[in-house]
């Protein structure tokens, strides 16, 4: 039972334009919600993170989007480059669960210059 | 140390063998977390830790694995009796509750291969 899905397995931008990643989720109890970019060999490092208070964080050139009644939501990069190239993963956690993230199967990211 | 380190990097053992795979979190980091990524997947809970509370096992996924943390620092994740589907890069992380809502921060994984 996938809690946590992101649908496209992979995606491949132009360098400048926009890349949009997505994550849908099934259970009501997330409240807290996170991407991770993960490049090869490597572990993941934190990328940027959402409360289910609000519908909208941004820092620099990615911001994500929490649509809670659709239980949707998603990674905006712009612009992308080339370094952007790597596997990200949504996680999302419930603090009635602990601490434990539980992740989606990642998108890989493909940035063409 | 700057971050969270694993050991080994890589390990392939053969089917039936136990391995140990190591993790030093980052120092003063109370929470320790074990989740592993197999093929194709994203990555599975495994166990958690927090400070001198009883650890979280819900994910591990058989009675072959097992965890331990020394000191509340370092942790060792023990799988026995190998099997091939236990295959999977195993990645830990840390975090300092307090320090940002869950914000882990990841080693780089020890990739096991069971032949």
């Known amino acids: 039972d996938q809690q946590v899905k992101q649908n496209s397995p992979s995606l491949s931008v132009q360098e400048g334009r926009i890349s949009i990643l997505n994550c849908d989720y099934t259970n009501s109890m997330f409240d807290y919600f996170l991407w991770y970019k993960k490049y090869p060999a490597e572990g993941p490092t934190f990328l940027i993170s959402i409360s289910s208070i609000k519908d909208k964080n941004e820092d620099g050139r990615f911001t994500v989007f929490l649509n809670k009644s659709a239980k949707h939501l998603s990674l905006h990069i712009v612009p992308s480059q080339p370094g952007d190239s790597a596997v990200y993963f949504c996680?999302?956690?419930?603090?009635?669960?602990?601490?434990?993230?539980?992740f989606g199967a990642g998108t890989i990211l493909r940035v063409k210059s | 140390g700057a971050g969270v380190s694993q050991s080994p990097s890589n390990k392939v053992t053969e089917k039936g063998k136990d391995v140990e795979l190591r993790c030093d979190p980052i120092s003063g980091h109370t929470a320790l977390y074990w989740y592993r990524q197999s093929l194709g997947q994203g990555l599975e809970f495994l166990i958690y830790f927090q400070g001198n509370s009883a650890p979280d096992k819900s994910g591990l996924p058989s009675d072959r694995f097992s965890a331990e943390r020394t000191g509340g620092s370092v942790s060792t994740l023990t799988i026995q009796r190998t099997q091939q589907e236990d295959s999977a890069v195993y990645l830990c992380a840390s975090s300092q509750p307090g320090q940002g809502y869950n914000e882990q921060f990841f080693g780089p994984g020890t990739r096991l291969t069971v032949l």
């Open positions: 996680a999302a956690s419930a603090w009635v669960y602990g601490n434990k993230l539980v």
